[in-house]
């Protein structure tokens, strides 16, 4: 792991003009406190508890947190005060790909979609796939794997085509142990930390896409606690 740069940085290096970089950093940031807040929402007591009303058993599943997060997220963005930037985003979970022709429950959907338009008429989305980190073979097989960071790298179409796209884990074991563990694959290689306009600090890697004729994407990485 290389020294911490911020993302905006860390995006100029890779291309983007500063002006880009801006926008998609701001982007990314608000994008991340949501995600932050919201999952943080959702583990207070009583949501948890009204949450796992709506569950089939005790210890809920990927889609189940999904939609109880996803939930969470819509809320707080509608509350949200007018003219702020998280009153901006477009909040979607359980969204299918542009582009792709499966129907009915082929139909492949990505976890999350937020979305901003800029006042230069400037539109992006921040697509975010989950995954339930409960054994080390899930780092592997699930949140690297083909179903994983896959479905921005390898599947055609992918679920985005835009430069920054983002994974979370569900930690539902072990919570200390996933980046230390995500960090030591060869296939994260050149991962870095990076601080985002919040102060906050998250990490990314860059990935090739060479296959789908797409420029290099950026992935960050989350890790949310439900344990």
């Given amino acids: 792991m290389t020294d911490e ?7 100029v290096d890779r291309g983007h003009t500063p002006q880009q ?10 994008s991340i406190d949501l995600f932050d807040d919201s999952h943080a929402l959702l583990r207070t007591a009583d949501e948890w508890a009204a949450f796992l009303t709506g569950c089939n058993a005790a210890h809920p599943t990927e889609p189940e947190i999904t ?3 996803g939930d ?10 007018m003219d702020s930037n998280r009153d901006k985003l477009q909040v979607a979970y359980e969204v299918a790909p542009i582009g792709d022709e499966s129907h009915g429950i082929r139909k492949p959907k990505a976890d ?17 796939e989950a995954k339930p980190l409960r054994t080390s ?10 179903e994983g960071i896959g479905c921005f790298l390898e599947r055609d179409p992918p679920y985005s085509r835009d430069t920054i796209v983002g994974m979370v884990g569900y930690a539902l074991k072990d919570h200390s142990k996933w980046f230390p563990l995500l960090t030591s694959f060869p296939s994260i290689n050149g991962i870095n930390k990076v601080l985002l306009q919040s102060g906050k600090s998250c990490l990314v890697s860059e990935h090739e896409r ?5 420029p290099n994407a950026t992935v960050t990485h989350t890790i949310l606690d439900y344990t």
């Fill in 21 to 30: 970089a801006e926008l998609w950093c701001e982007f990314v940031s608000d």
């Fill in 72 to 81: 969470r997220m819509r809320r707080l963005q509608h509350e949200a005060p």
């Fill in 112 to 128: 999350f979609e937020i979305r901003r338009k800029f006042e230069a008429g400037y539109s992006a989305s921040f697509v975010v």
């Fill in 137 to 146: 073979g899930d780092m592997k097989n699930r949140y690297l794997g083909t």
């Fill in 210 to 214: 060479k296959a789908l004729k797409l």
């Fill in 5 to 11: 740069v911020t993302l905006e940085e860390w995006l």
């Fill in 67 to 69: 939609s109880g997060l």
